[in-house]
């Protein structure tokens, strides 16, 4: 992930054999019955718990340009030593958190499906209304920010294309709070301007595996050239 600078590690426990254990409350998810209209959704808070949490936040990468950077993947994280970020991005490309957000949404998911991207920061042109694209099933966006209370960086799930004040909730991004969704042609969201640090993590269901992997791949080669740019600019160092 060379588009990230992270801290100095935090102090964590080693990580059970089940990586979700103690780290991720799936138990909780699988109790939850997303709401239907006009789209698949559910709203979660205590998705991890505040502990996780703080080593997570402290370790997380910092990518001053804004952008969607790839997570390590799944094989990359078994060979390595763990901090509190990388253990909770272990805990949540685990084949077991597939098969809970599956059984959640009824939905058939293959865990090497899965794209994880990271976010450190947000840019004023962030957070315009959109749907995900056709290549996605299902998205889910676990946040990492302690406190929150600047008025834009609050995610809205909404009813239609063009008023981002028609919404089913507005979602505060605090630590350990979830929002997952199945993509549909009307699964509209975004969010209000803010510019500066908004971390999150996403998880994105793609049609298949292979679909997974050209779109991280272009996720990279897209940090990595805007991060050429912003050198160039600048506005950031390589």
Same mark, same amino acid.
């Given at each position: ?12 426990p080693v990580p059970p054999a089940n990586r979700t254990d103690g780290v991720l ?65 272990? $805990?949540? #490309? +685990?084949?077991?958190? &597939?098969?809970?957000?599956?059984? @959640?949404? =009824? !939905?058939?998911?293959?865990?090497? %499906? ?94 298949? $595996?292979? #679909? +997974?992997?050209?779109? &991280?791949?272009?996720?990279?080669? @897209?940090? =990595? !050239?805007?991060?050429?740019?912003? %050198? ?7």
């Open positions: 992930m060379p588009a990230l600078s992270s801290p100095a590690p935090s102090a964590v409350n799936l138990d909780g998810l699988r109790a939850l019955r997303p709401a239907t209209e006009p789209f698949p959704h559910l709203v979660m808070t205590g998705f991890i718990a505040p502990v996780v949490a703080v080593t997570a936040r402290h370790d997380f990468p910092d990518s001053p340009h804004g952008g969607l950077v790839p997570a390590p993947s799944r094989a990359e994280l078994e060979r390595g030593d763990l901090d509190g970020f990388t253990r909770l991005l272990a $805990a949540l #490309t +685990a084949p077991e958190t &597939t098969q809970a957000f599956a059984e @959640t949404f =009824g !939905l058939d998911l293959d865990p090497d %499906a899965l794209m994880v991207t990271v976010r450190s920061r947000c840019v004023p042109k962030d957070g315009r209304i959109h749907t995900d694209s056709v290549t996605k099933r299902l998205t889910a966006l676990l946040y990492l920010n302690d406190t929150w209370t600047a008025p834009g960086g609050r995610l809205r799930l909404l009813r239609s294309a063009d008023d981002m004040e028609d919404m089913l909730a507005e979602v505060l991004p605090l630590d350990g709070t979830l929002v997952a969704f199945r993509r549909t042609d009307n699964s509209f969201h975004g969010h209000k301007p803010h510019d500066g640090v908004r971390r999150y993590i996403m998880l994105n269901w793609m049609v298949d $595996a292979g #679909t +997974a992997r050209r779109e &991280t791949l272009r996720h990279g080669v @897209t940090a =990595g !050239l805007k991060r050429l740019g912003n %050198a160039f600019s600048g506005k950031g160092e390589m």
